[in-house]
């Protein structure tokens, strides 16, 4: 007789599925027969990493025979001087993902409850049920914007975490500091805040800097090198929170979970201000032309603060199959409940060229589906 294995798993597993990435340029290039795709669905930084970056790359790959610094102290130290902290206040992590994830299974189970925005990022949603709490997921205001007053108003004495991504994933919204700090002091003191800042280098020069500026014991900011330091394919993130609170989450970390070329990397890439300002700008000036085409073919799906844009059309599920036909790659947000919405990342010049060609002519042929 077979044996039921789902039976046999913890609960929650029951509720889980696994988190889908942005199709893979290589499985599209099967799909449809082409030589040639480009891919705007994860938010990647086109331009890639830092010249310097590669460089300690390669000199670095003739010591991967060693297992890494197990605590990343050298990171670690360039963290803090940058941000002007103690390295106990830092914690790494194989991509902000990890980080996230430990901070929730370290303070939420089951019975507690964790709280965020109903278009937050998935994974906090995932990460939740993974620890066995209750995902509490709060409506957003008017334009896909948090509801900080909501969300304070849904905390319950079984609330352990609440997760704010600022800007948000997949919205693109912000929220300014004046407004999170207001959020920060009408919460409970013993409650863990995460705030999310994936994309934080694209606003920096509009908000504070939230590490210094924000105050409440219980806040946890998260970074990574993901986004605008072109580092995703090494996994790379980190948290900046109380000494305490990081000792205890660093109890649940896996051992070396960040290897030693990711390690290299970063520090290389967080020392090369130049170019993140650069491609920065380039990502700035490419949004702003997209969005403006958007917005006169009259599908902009709403402002975004990060490295992407928002298309919504009523028959976005048919602008997606065309595009992907034509070898481009945008993510839809089917799975946060916006069907009609696609997220799609800025490019280069040459690869946003290529999208509003083809949506110039695909916007007329879905208004005739339509």
Same mark, same amino acid.
């Given at each position: 007789m077979p044996i039921d294995w789902?039976?046999?798993?913890?609960?929650?597993?029951?509720?889980?599925?696994?988190?889908?990435?942005?199709k893979p340029i290589e499985m599209l290039l099967v799909e449809k027969g082409l030589s040639k795709a480009i891919k705007l669905a994860s938010n990647e930084n086109p331009h890639g990493p830092a010249p310097s970056a590669i460089a300690v790359l390669k000199q670095a790959a003739e010591s991967v025979h060693r297992y890494p610094d197990g605590d990343a102290g050298d990171l670690k130290q360039a963290l803090a001087r940058k941000h002007k902290i103690s390295t106990e206040n830092?914690?790494?992590?194989?991509?902000?993902?990890? $980080?996230?994830?430990?901070?929730?299974?370290?303070?939420?189970?089951?019975?507690?409850?964790?709280?965020?925005?109903?278009?937050?990022?998935?994974?906090?949603a995932l990460a939740a049920t993974a620890a066995g709490a209750a995902g509490v997921a709060v409506?957003?205001?008017?334009?896909?914007?948090?509801?900080?007053?909501?969300?304070?108003?849904?905390?319950?004495?079984?609330?352990? $975490? @609440?997760?704010?991504?600022?800007?948000?994933?997949?919205?693109g919204t912000l929220h300014d500091a004046s407004a999170i700090q207001d959020f920060l002091?009408?919460?409970?003191?013993?409650? $863990?805040?995460?705030?999310?800042?994936?994309?934080?280098?694209?606003?920096?020069?509009?908000?504070?800097?939230s @590490?210094?500026?924000?105050?409440?014991?219980?806040?946890?900011?998260?970074?990574?090198?993901?986004?605008?330091?072109?580092?995703?394919?090494?996994?790379?993130?980190?948290?900046?929170?109380?000494?305490?609170?990081?000792?205890?989450? +660093?109890?649940?970390?896996?051992?070396?979970?960040? +290897?030693?070329?990711?390690?290299?990397?970063?520090?290389?890439?967080?020392?090369?201000?130049a170019w993140v300002q650069k491609t920065v700008a380039k990502c700035k000036a490419g949004r702003q032309r997209l969005?403006?085409?958007?917005?006169?073919?009259?599908?902009?799906?709403?402002?975004?603060?990060?490295?992407?844009v928002l298309l919504r059309h009523q028959e976005a599920a048919f602008v997606l199959q065309k595009l992907e036909d034509q070898g481009i790659i945008p993510r839809p947000l089917a799975?946060?409940?916006?069907?009609?919405?696609?997220?799609?990342?800025?490019?280069?010049?040459?690869?946003?060229?290529?999208l509003l060609a083809a949506l110039s002519s695909i916007l007329g042929q879905a208004a005739d589906v339509a």
């Open positions: 789902s039976a046999r798993a913890v609960g929650q597993s029951q509720r889980l599925h696994p988190y889908v990435p942005g830092i914690f790494i992590g194989n991509g902000s993902n990890e $980080v996230l994830e430990l901070m929730i299974r370290t303070f939420a189970g089951n019975g507690d409850e964790v709280i965020y925005s109903e278009r937050g990022f998935i994974v906090y409506p957003e205001a008017d334009g896909l914007t948090h509801d900080l007053h909501a969300m304070v108003a849904s905390v319950t004495s079984r609330t352990k $975490v @609440i997760c704010i991504a600022n800007p948000n994933n997949p919205t002091d009408a919460l409970p003191r013993g409650l $863990v805040v995460i705030l999310d800042e994936a994309y934080y280098e694209f606003v920096a020069d509009k908000i504070e800097d @590490i210094n500026a924000l105050q409440h014991p219980g806040l946890i900011i998260c970074r990574t090198f993901s986004k605008a330091y072109g580092l995703a394919g090494l996994r790379v993130g980190y948290a900046v929170g109380d000494a305490e609170i990081l000792g205890l989450v +660093n109890r649940f970390r896996e051992p070396f979970n960040v +290897n030693l070329l990711a390690q290299k990397a970063a520090i290389a890439a967080l020392d090369d201000t969005e403006t085409a958007l917005e006169e073919w009259g599908v902009l799906g709403g402002k975004s603060f990060g490295n992407f799975p946060y409940c916006m069907p009609d919405y696609l997220r799609i990342t800025v490019g280069t010049a040459e690869e946003n060229n290529r």
